[in-house]
């Protein structure tokens, strides 16, 4: 299977039909909660915040409760059921690379354990979407190395018989330096690196 050939929207459909990230309580974005006041303007009373990999909705469920007008995208039809199911009504499925809301819409991105999930083919497009969308910083984890648990994607191969070349879906795999690269070239500066723990690559990046 080459990279052209991932449909991220069928893979990540038959992951959640496995179960995936199923677990109400889970939220990979809770980590970067303390950090918000690092992209969050003063000069505005509501902000618009896009959770980029939402998931069942968690995050964007916490972030309203904080006092933002969250939004949030997935590219499974069942994630954004689960959020639904949680009585969300702004989140919609979509990619990274697809964005279903207009030019600017947004103050805010948040993402955290997505980007790596993308095929190397379109990261580009994946910053310039971000760009596209956003007004002002991205608030960012990116995992910097293959996931540890396989059982997911095994799961898939195995229900399914489908993938069965693919063999980690952490698609691409770069160091925060080759991040920094990609976000540099898409018309963005790095506002502040947070961290570099494990494999979690914890970044802010502010357009130009």
Same mark, same amino acid.
């Given at each position: ?5 991932? @449909?991220?929207? /069928? ?11 199923? /677990? ?24 618009? *915040?896009?959770?980029? &990999? ?7 469920? #916490?972030?309203? @409760? ?27 499925? &979509?990619?990274?690379?697809? +964005? ?7 103050? !805010? *991105? +948040?993402?955290? /354990? ?12 994946? =910053? ?6 956003? *007004? ?9 190395? #293959? ?7 095994? #799961? ?16 691409? !795999?770069?160091?925060? @330096?080759?991040? @920094?690269?990609?976000?540099?070239? &898409? &018309? ?5 690196? !947070? ?7 914890? =970044? ?5």
């Amino acid at each position: 299977m080459t990279n052209k050939q991932l @449909d991220y929207f /069928d893979l990540y459909e038959k992951l959640y039909q496995t179960g995936y990230h199923t /677990d109400m309580s889970l939220s990979h974005t809770k980590k970067l909660y303390p950090h918000l006041h690092e992209v969050t303007p003063t000069d505005k009373e509501k902000l618009k *915040i896009l959770d980029v &990999g939402c998931s069942n909705g968690l995050a964007v469920k #916490e972030l309203i @409760d904080m006092g933002y007008d969250a939004y949030g995208v997935d590219v499974s039809k069942k994630a954004i059921s689960l959020c639904v199911s949680r009585g969300l009504t702004t989140c919609k499925v &979509g990619s990274a690379t697809d +964005i279903p809301w207009g030019d600017g819409f947004f103050d !805010i *991105i +948040i993402s955290s /354990d997505t980007l790596e999930h993308v095929v190397p083919i379109d990261v580009s497009k994946v =910053v310039s979407e971000f760009r596209r969308v956003c *007004i002002g910083s991205c608030l960012l984890a990116i995992a910097c190395d #293959e996931e540890g648990n396989k059982q997911p994607l095994a #799961e898939v191969k195995q229900k399914f018989n489908d993938y069965l070349s693919l063999n980690s879906l952490h698609t691409t !795999i770069m160091t925060p @330096d080759e991040w @920094d690269a990609c976000f540099f070239t &898409g &018309g963005y500066t790095k506002q502040k690196t !947070i961290g570099y723990q494990t494999y979690d690559y914890e =970044v802010v990046y502010k357009l130009k």
